[in-house]
């Protein structure tokens, strides 16, 4: 099992920026992915970002390109969204993800663990 919390949120002008933390205890391996999805209201959770637990490899959305960025960092467990220019459609439910293995997939129902969401809201 894989604990997740995430941490970071909150309200932000547009233009603004937030840095998103996920702390993962449990069985993490260096095959691990950890991410990040979102969802807004009345919408379906979309993927964000994703990164392998080893490695540089890392994903994200064609939405966030150049604006996003995600990282980690071993010793401490823990992986980061760097969100920068954010734009009041970025508001939104934020969840950290894992999942055992490659591949990254888009799909939520890839995804095998999830923390409990923290909010961002970007203000016009």
């Known amino acids: 099992q894989v604990q997740l919390v995430e941490s970071g949120g909150g309200l932000v002008q547009a233009g603004g920026s937030l840095r998103l933390s996920c702390a993962a205890s449990?069985?993490?391996?260096?095959?691990?992915?950890m991410g990040w999805f979102r969802q807004a209201p009345g919408k379906e959770r979309e993927f964000v970002a994703a990164i392998r637990w080893s490695g540089t490899s890392t994903w994200l959305a064609d939405f966030v390109k150049g604006r996003f960025t995600i990282s980690r960092d071993n010793a401490k467990n823990t992986v980061f969204l760097q969100m920068n220019s954010l734009k009041p459609e970025d508001t939104a439910i934020y969840y950290c993800?894992?999942?055992?293995?490659?591949?990254?997939?888009?799909?939520?129902?890839?995804?095998?663990?999830w923390g409990q969401g923290t909010q961002v809201t970007v203000s016009s």
């Open positions: 993800v894992g999942k055992t293995s490659l591949p990254v997939t888009l799909a939520a129902s890839g995804y095998d663990y």
């Open positions: 449990g069985r993490i391996f260096s095959s691990s992915v």
